[in-house]
């Protein structure tokens, strides 16, 4: 079974620092990997996917994750933080091979910037 | 780009109203997803589909039902609804046959059952 765990339900950060929020997940098989975000009143967009390949994966707005198998992680970063960034950011799972195609989410981190 | 239409961005029922949420996308996507979203819950799958008249329970089915008559339209239905089912309601879509696929979500539907 996979599961996925956002460490910190809140993260604030000032504008113009490093943004750096946390994933671990656990899956039997290797995983596919998203990070979406949710902005007020909005539904989820996804910022990235990790899929094969190259473990440093970008996104957009300036967003990038690296998927680390021996820590089992998959941390957004984002080197400078704008007050746009303020949102709730979901990390999610999915098996690869044949199975379902439920994606498994974490319970979110909201972002606060301050000004 | 995708584009996934959940019918009303705000609702508000009564108890023991039948309630119907309608998602439609536009893609030709194959699976179509019910979420319900709670804070400090994340979001938690209610029912999902992976073709037409094809349904699957989620996690959390109970006091839910769905209806896949069309591949592009997804219903959710509160068979009577309960002020518990008060919350953010999202409908999610992909492809099939490539698990790698993000889901594409709709902007919601904030329901309030009084």
């Known amino acids: 079974a996979q599961s996925v765990t956002q460490l910190g339900s809140h993260v604030s950060v000032s504008e113009g620092a490093l943004v750096l929020l946390r994933c671990n997940y656990s899956?039997?098989?290797?995983?596919?990997l998203f990070w979406y975000v949710q902005y007020p009143n909005q539904g989820l967009q996804l910022l990235l996917k990790?899929?094969?390949?190259?473990?440093l994966v970008k996104g957009i707005n300036g967003f990038e994750a690296e998927f680390k198998k021996s820590e089992t992680s998959f941390h957004l970063t984002k080197p400078s933080a704008h007050m746009s960034d303020a949102a709730e950011y979901f990390c999610?799972?999915?098996?690869?091979?044949?199975?379902?195609?439920?994606?498994?989410f974490g319970k979110g981190t909201k972002l606060s910037v301050i000004p | 780009d995708v584009k996934v239409t959940q019918s009303s961005r705000y609702l508000v029922k009564r108890t023991g109203e039948k309630v119907f949420l309608e998602c439609v996308q536009d893609?030709?996507?194959?699976?179509m997803f019910w979420y319900r979203q709670d804070p400090g819950l994340g979001l938690r799958l209610i029912y999902f589909?992976?073709?037409?008249?094809?349904?699957e329970k989620g996690d959390i089915p109970e006091g839910y039902s769905v209806s896949r008559e069309k591949k592009e339209r997804f219903s959710l239905i509160l068979e009577s609804a309960s002020t518990n089912q008060t919350s953010m309601y999202l409908c999610?879509?992909?492809?099939?046959?490539?698990?790698?696929?993000?889901?594409?979500f709709g902007d919601g539907t904030r329901l309030s059952i009084l």
């Open positions: 893609m030709d996507h194959e699976n």
């Open positions: 999610a799972v999915i098996e690869s091979g044949a199975g379902s195609y439920q994606l498994t």
């Open positions: 899956s039997s098989v290797p995983p596919y």
């Open positions: 990790y899929t094969t390949g190259a473990t």
């Open positions: 999610a879509s992909s492809l099939q046959g490539a698990r790698n696929q993000p889901q594409h």
């Open positions: 589909s992976y073709d037409v008249k094809m349904k």
